[in-house]
């Protein structure tokens, strides 16, 4: 786990127009009906890839679009590329050496749900899902690829003039096969990655007027170490940092409003 590998979350973490979101549906906050949005997203994530808890490291860099047939549904799309380091593995018939790849393709797409707002409009219920296939070689012939997803339900908490906090619950899943530095093949899979979920999303004011309004979205993920705590190691198992920063459209058909405010003003 080198320096150059993580070094772009640190610099992304200090732009000033990314101070605020996880390889979800970024933002986590549903568009309304007859809009679009475009974003990029930067994802840091610490996850294990068996039920032994072999550890993974992966970055990924997306593209990403989100269309709103409803104010209460969003579907989108995925693309970018995906980079993985995996730590070895011995069991009693088998060795797993480490991995170091390169980055490779990765694309899919995501849902978002969620309830009208309720308690004076400051409070809504949230879900997403999302589903990614990968695919990442290094430069020895070894490879890594399958399909990971998360989904995450959760309060999303209103904050007029400023956007939303939401947070809930997530489940990390992934599977896929394996080939090594030798040419042998195989499987790997992990359903037991839930954790805590927290996510930032800022929302300017949109105008009529304007053709796009920005976005910035934080999202974090933390599920800690419930068997034991490790002398020298942080209490957590699984931990994802996402970032992300985008645009959303003008209102594509029907009447327009005068503006619209995604916290709640119009």
């Known amino acids: 786990m080198t320096i150059y590998r993580i070094l772009p979350v640190i610099v992304l973490g200090l732009l000033p127009s990314s101070i605020c979101a996880a390889n979800l549906a970024n933002p986590a906050v549903v568009i309304p009906e007859a809009r679009a949005s475009v974003g990029v997203s930067y994802n840091l994530g610490f996850h ?6 072999v550890p993974m490291l992966m970055n990924r860099f997306h593209a990403r679009g989100t269309f709103a047939p409803s104010s209460y549904l969003n579907v989108g799309i995925d693309a970018g590329i995906s980079q993985l380091d ?6 009693g018939t088998d060795t797993l050496g480490v991995f170091h790849g390169e980055y490779g393709f990765s694309g899919g797409g995501h849902v ?11 409070m809504s219920i949230v879900g997403m899902a999302t589903g990614t296939y990968f695919k990442v070689p290094n430069e020895n012939g070894a490879w ?23 947070a809930g619950g997530q489940m990390y899943l992934i599977q896929g096969r394996n080939q090594g530095y030798t ?9 037991n990655n839930i954790r805590g979920w927290f996510a ?22 933390l599920a800690p170490d419930v068997d034991y705590i490790r002398e020298g190691q942080p209490p957590f198992r699984e931990i ?15 009447e327009e409003t005068e503006r619209w405010d995604p916290a709640g003003e119009n």
């Open 48 to 53: 294990t890839i068996t039920n032994r808890y």
């Open 144 to 166: 890594y690829g399958g399909v990971d997803g998360t989904g995450s339900v959760g309060f999303q908490f209103r904050i007029p003039r400023f956007g939303y906090l939401t």
């Open 240 to 254: 994802g940092f996402s970032i992300s920063i985008g645009s959303v459209t003008r209102q594509l058909w029907g």
């Open 183 to 191: 040419g042998s093949e195989g499987r790997y899979a992990n359903s």
């Open 112 to 122: 978002k749900l969620a309830t009208p707002f309720f308690f004076d409009e400051l």
């Open 200 to 221: 930032v999303d800022y929302f300017p004011e949109l105008e009529v007027s304007e053709n796009a309004s920005p976005y910035i979205s934080l999202e974090i993920s």
């Open 86 to 91: 995996v730590a070895a593995d011995t069991t």
